[in-house]
């Protein structure tokens, strides 16, 4: 079945350290994206890739890199920098096109807390 | 430019209608709505296209007001399964490869028996 993967579900984070979370798609999809869910929040964009190679900041950037070496996976790493990381994850993949228009299909998630 | 949603947050009992309301201040080309489950990733519910029609999906059913900028979801009969919190994402831009994608905040919808 085709789909979108994350992991891992939960992830503890320590002071200082740098932690990636991943997230993989088989449904062939050119583009995927990395949002921020705080609690009772809707979707912040962090980071979008519209083909291999190539991905553009999104709205809340600054603390996150990501790569997008294949198609198939689009890794996000939380980095030191990030003071306030602890938020449920998603990724979700798109394949833009006359009928679908981008609609986004998201992956269960990850979420990140601080120890 | 970030859409608003309206209500924030409405409890219905079962069988009971409802109408959520999603508004831009910039043109739309398309509006996708979510529904999103305490604790699990948005699902995807329908689309509507610049130009196009009403859309439905069971008794759940939303249109866009290309003119007033706005597109409202329509939930009738509610079910207990209709619970959750509802987003609209809406594609601001034109036709071609230069549009935006813009989420909304969110309505909490909690159907009671």
């Known amino acids: 079945d085709g789909g979108i993967t994350q992991s891992p579900k939960y992830l503890f984070r320590k002071e200082g350290q740098n932690v990636t979370l991943s997230c993989e798609q088989n449904?062939?999809?050119?583009?995927m994206y990395w949002y921020r869910q705080d609690p009772g929040q809707g979707l912040r964009l962090i980071y979008y890739s519209q083909i291999v190679n190539d991905f553009q900041k999104g709205d809340i950037a600054e603390g996150y890199s990501v790569s997008r070496e294949k198609k198939e996976s689009f890794p996000l790493t939380v980095t030191s920098a990030q003071k306030n990381p602890t938020a449920f994850y998603l990724c979700?993949?798109?394949?833009?096109?006359?009928?679908?228009?981008?609609?986004?299909?998201f992956g269960p998630g990850t979420r990140l807390l601080v120890l | 430019q970030q859409p608003v949603q309206s209500p924030q947050a409405v409890i219905l009992r079962e069988g009971e209608d409802a109408v959520i309301n999603c508004s831009s201040s910039?043109?739309?080309?398309?509006v996708h709505w979510y529904r999103q489950k305490h604790g699990e990733a948005p699902v995807f519910l329908m689309i509507l296209l610049k130009g196009g029609e009403q859309k439905g999906h069971e008794k759940i059913s939303a249109s866009f007001n290309e003119k007033k900028q706005q597109s409202s979801l329509y939930l009738t009969a509610s079910q207990l399964s209709y619970s959750g919190t509802y987003f609209c994402?809406?594609?601001?831009?034109?036709?071609?490869?230069?549009?935006?994608?813009?989420w909304g905040l969110g309505t909490s919808l909690a159907v009671n028996p």
């Open positions: 910039k043109a739309l080309y398309s």
């Open positions: 994402d809406l594609s601001i831009g034109d036709a071609g490869n230069n549009r935006k994608l813009i």
């Open positions: 449904l062939n999809h050119d583009a």
């Open positions: 979700a993949s798109s394949s833009p096109g006359q009928l679908t228009q981008e609609t986004q299909y």
